[in-house]
């Protein structure tokens, strides 16, 4: 199976589980992390979508909300200084 098709179903099954029985993000990480790590891929802490380790934690839809709310900024035209901002959940 092609590395794109394992990704998209590892997320389908995690949306499935979540909706069973909802899940905290660490419990997801540690259920799935054999195969998080085989495909070199992480989860979103906000939707638990898979994402590439290099996102960080967020998925770019995440990070542009946070971008908006925390900066008052508009994604678009600051879109350069993106990657020098840095978001926890602290
Ligand atoms: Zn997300």
Same mark, same amino acid.
């Given at each position: 199976m092609a590395m794109r098709a394992m990704v998209q179903e590892l997320g389908n099954q995690i949306a499935q589980e979540n909706l069973n029985r909802p899940l905290t993000y660490e419990q997801l990480m540690n259920r799935h992390r054999d195969q998080l790590t085989k495909l070199n891929i992480s989860l979103c802490r906000e939707c638990f979508i898979p994402i590439g380790k #290099? #996102?960080? #934690?967020?998925?770019n839809e995440v990070r542009k909300h946070y971008l908006v709310r925390l900066r008052g900024l508009q994604p678009k035209r600051h879109a350069k200084a993106r990657k020098h901002i840095s978001i926890s959940d602290e």
């Open positions: #290099e #996102e960080g #934690e967020h998925c």
